[in-house]
């Protein structure tokens, strides 16, 4: 459900809002908020609520891994978009699940009428690490 009212898509975000995810906003154009859903060290994998406010979005990025790695993102509220570099941009909404491979350049957010989440699964992998990139470019965001 699509939807700008913050009261609304709080009632909806199941896993909720979390806190703003300050150690990564550089990254990110408007505000993103991360409420980590298990404990690093303490589990295998990594989950976290990633809410994204409207027209909020992350740069391009790359998951690397020399095996394995990669990211899920299991979109649970609100609708968002999601793009492979040279790929067409996919429009994502509750309920949605989409398989990053490890060392492919993509970027994901919020719609820019609309509030959104995903749970991110960080795929465990042999030698992995994220590569930040460029922002995403203004006029093909608001294109879509």
Same mark, same amino acid.
């Given at each position: 459900m699509r939807t700008e009212n913050k009261? #609304?898509?709080?009632n909806i975000n199941i896993f909720g809002l979390g806190n703003a995810n300050t150690a990564y906003a550089q990254?990110? #154009? =408007? *505000? &993103?908020?991360? *409420?980590p859903l298990t404990v690093p060290g303490e589990c295998a994998v $990594?989950? @976290?609520? !990633? %809410? $994204?406010?409207? /027209?909020?979005?992350n740069n391009w990025h790359i998951h690397h891994a020399k095996s394995g790695g990669g990211q899920i993102l299991i979109c649970t509220a609100g609708e =968002?978009?999601?793009?492979?570099e040279g790929k067409e941009a !996919? &429009?994502?909404k509750p309920g949605m699940v #989409? %398989?990053?491979p490890a060392n492919v350049k993509h970027w994901h957010g @919020? /719609? /820019?009428d609309s509030w959104f989440s995903h749970i991110a699964v960080e795929v465990p =992998?042999?030698? %992995?690490s994220n590569e930040w990139l460029e922002p995403v470019n203004d006029d093909i965001y608001f294109s879509m």
């Open positions: 009261e #609304i898509f709080d990254y990110f #154009i =408007g *505000n &993103s908020y991360l *409420n $990594f989950l @976290a609520n !990633v %809410t $994204f406010e409207p /027209k909020c979005r =968002g978009w999601y793009q492979e !996919v &429009s994502l #989409i %398989t990053i @919020a /719609k /820019k =992998g042999e030698e %992995t």
